[in-house]
């Protein structure tokens, strides 16, 4: 079989790290009125539209506090405003990553048995940066890949570029919609592990008769079903 594994909170922890500047932010913005929780609604929302016409990454993600800061004091930030905000942020910029518990040897168990591949999406050199930080791209006989959007088209281009029977092909990572819902279009099979620091953004419901979909509670567990 060929596993196609994702990335960014399958195999390293990401999204926490966002999390961690928008608590800061949230704290530096200091709105008189707005809960937190409402701050954090309205800057979902940007960072919705921002993902659709600009894609994913820190740079990104930095537009999308910035237009948080413009909609709420009805001006840009100045000069000042926009050093502290990216101060907030430094550490994204650091591409630095681990690998979760298990996960490297759970890979070389793996690869002994099955064709493994890389899929994640994103800003390429900011994905390619933690790619090589992790150093686990040797586990990926078939390659590392990264595209703008994990849609169906891209899962599809994958197949056909490698040369992949769908129906012996598995997907697996912690996006219900990015991971598993369109690799399932595609035909291919999947393995959903949650991630309970997922983003909001990467949500979906999945159909529980669906019997094309593993769902497991931790990465090791792949060893019990491959």
Do not use: C
């Amino acid at each position: 079989m060929t596993l196609v594994f994702d990335a960014d909170d399958t195999l390293w922890s990401n999204n926490v790290r966002f999390e961690r500047v928008i608590h800061d932010y949230l704290d530096w913005l200091a709105h008189p009125t707005l809960d937190r929780d409402a701050l954090y609604a309205l800057l979902l929302d940007i960072e919705a539209a921002n993902t659709v016409a600009h894609g994913y990454g820190t740079k990104v993600f930095l537009r999308s506090l910035h237009e948080l800061f413009e909609r709420l004091r009805d001006r840009p930030a100045d000069e000042r405003e926009r050093r502290e905000i990216a101060e907030l942020a430094a550490a994204l910029a650091d591409h630095r990553v681990e690998p979760m518990p298990g996960v490297a040897d759970t890979l070389r168990e793996l690869g002994g048995r099955h064709r493994l591949a890389l899929l994640t999406k994103g800003a390429v050199d900011e994905q390619q940066g933690k790619i090589d930080a992790s150093g686990l791209a040797g586990f990926f006989e078939l390659g590392t890949h990264i595209v703008r959007e994990k849609h169906v088209d891209a899962y599809r281009g994958l197949a056909e570029r490698l040369e992949l029977d769908p129906t012996g092909t598995w997907m697996i990572g912690n996006s219900p919609k990015s991971d598993i819902l369109p690799a399932r279009a595609a035909g291919w099979r999947a393995v959903h592990i949650p991630d309970e620091n997922g983003w909001a953004l990467e949500h979906a419901d999945l159909d529980p008769a669906d019997q094309g979909v593993l769902r497991l509670r931790s990465f090791q567990d792949l060893l019990r079903h491959f």
